[in-house]
Nanobody, 126 residues
Framework: QVQLVESGGGLVQPGGSLRLSCTAS????????MAWFRQAPGKEREFVAG????????SCADSVKGRFTISRDNAKNTLYLQMNSLKPEDTSVYYC???????????????????WGQGTQVTVSS
């Protein structure tokens, strides 16, 4: 059973940066599109960024475009989210997720994904 483990969250001041990591167990990480979602208390889980299985194509939500960058290192079974110019409204639990099917593009809805990490808290506050 593949497991995803996020790390790198924490407390940061507005304008600061964080890099989240998501490490996958197993040997099939490189075959699947991956994504980052986030969920704030009382809100629905929302798409943040997605990346194709080989890293050749990426997409970010409009709310984070130009500030966040998704990337992956298939040799290390690791997905990354570089977050710059953080704002208080970025405060959420961040989740990584693996697409249901191999070699497909990312999707922007949670139902596109079947394996999720446990989440890592990001708090942006002065």
């Amino acid at each position: 059973q593949v497991q995803l483990v996020e790390s790198g969250g924490g407390l940061v001041q507005p304008g600061g940066s964080l890099r989240l990591s998501c490490t996958a167990s197993g040997r099939t990480f490189g075959n699947y599109a991956m994504a980052w979602f986030r969920q704030a208390p009382g809100k629905e889980r929302e798409f943040v960024a997605g990346i194709s299985w080989n890293g050749g194509s990426t997409s970010c939500a409009d709310s984070v475009k130009g500030r966040f960058t998704i990337s992956r290192d298939n040799a290390k079974n690791t997905l990354y989210l570089q977050m710059n110019s953080l704002k208080p409204e970025d405060t959420s639990v961040y989740y990584c997720a693996r697409a249901r099917s191999m070699a497909t593009a990312w999707g922007t809805t949670p139902s596109w994904y079947d394996i999720w990490g446990q989440g890592t808290q990001v708090t942006v506050s002065s």
